[in-house]
């Protein structure tokens, strides 16, 4: 296997993209603009109280052709959850590099993710609320997320990095360390303490739990 | 510091229970039912269908009766919150013993929470829809917890059990980790692969990951 092909079996798992690909350059633009415009819709007011007209005119597409796109407001919603865990998916690849030993990969992965929910605070939102308004998203997006940490954990186990043992409830650990470190100091932010932790920083402090674990040496 | 107050002190933390509590017994058992009846009523309905006359039928209370504990069916939620995390605090606290070390305690502690867990699914949709209803009660969740985690993480660095070093940042990966493996296991439960994993397997899998980590040795 190639060096470029190992990050892509340890960095990939299965994420299935919901949201439907026009077939021109103009459609695929203007479903991103859809995309990112729900986003902040979804973000700010929540799924009910969001609406279609309002989401056409933040993207500023015309209202008729949204449902080129899409047939309802819960089929956007589906897409939107589906967009971002293929854009957390990509963004955590885009930071890892060839050289990088099993260790490193999970640094990076999830400096990234911090760093993109840093950006991108309303993906809390719009996931957690997933579990009600659609909570076959919200079980897929976590799904896919565990099945590709798993799926690093064996490789680097076959490699003979990391514990051969490491499986599923471990892969779910980890994604859980990820998300609520996420939630507490990209969501929530440092405000309570005065302190400032960097995306570096934290997932420096993560790593090292991986890594040595908790135990006195 | 005599054993049980160092359990105390690793287990404690600072949880407000913010439910009033009536002078009576009788008053007592009647705020118990309201609030066994609303943690039904919101699990199965969700906030917003949920209503007070139906809380009060599962109740077996009268409806004027529902005024002289909760000002509305705000409040009873809030209240259902506080009562939940106590709830956690409490059920975790009591599977600990005098002799158990540091590590042992957070395997405990893990282990009763999935046991709850498993009995009382609708905990996660509560406290998840909290961040929608009431984000104060949502975030005092997680703080207070987070919190208790670090408390018993700094009475181990004291003791030389565990690193010195641990702090805010471990004790919400810690929390995240427990989180997550509840949600998987206890919640969704164990019906896509078919195996079956007790909450006591899944309590040695995590901590021996806080124990060792993940390197191959």
């Known amino acids: 296997m190639s060096s470029e092909a190992k990050i892509e079996a340890r960095a990939n798992g ?4 919901e949201a439907k690909i026009p077939r021109t350059e103009r459609g695929r633009k203007t479903l991103r603009k859809l995309l990112d415009a729900s986003a902040i819709e979804f973000g700010e007011k929540g799924f009910h109280e969001a609406s279609v007209s309002s989401i056409t005119r933040r993207a500023g597409v015309a209202l008729g052709s949204f449902y080129t796109y899409f047939d309802s407001k819960d089929a956007l919603f589906r897409a939107l959850v ?6 957390v998916k990509s963004s955590a690849r885009a930071a890892l590099s060839e050289d990088m030993n099993a ?11 911090l760093d993109f929910a840093r950006e991108h605070k309303e993906i809390y939102r719009i996931i957690d609320e997933a579990e009600f308004v659609d909570p076959q998203s919200y079980r897929t ?22 514990r051969a043992d490491l499986g599923e409830i471990e892969a779910w650990a980890i994604m859980g360390m990820n998300v609520f470190v996420g939630l507490r100091y990209a969501v929530w932010g440092d405000n309570d303490t005065g302190q400032n932790h960097s995306s570096q920083d934290i997932a420096h402090v993560v790593n090292r739990l991986l890594s040595e674990g908790v135990m006195r040496k």
């Not at 260790?103 to 993710?113: N, P």
């Open 14 to 17: 299965q994420a299935a993209n």
């Open 82 to 87: 589906a967009d971002m865990s293929a854009t």
């Open 103 to 113: 260790l490193e990969i999970e640094r990076a992965a999830l400096a990234a993710f």
């Open 141 to 162: 997006h976590y799904k896919t997320i565990g099945e590709r940490i798993q799926a690093r954990l064996k490789s680097a186990g076959e490699s003979g990095e990391f």
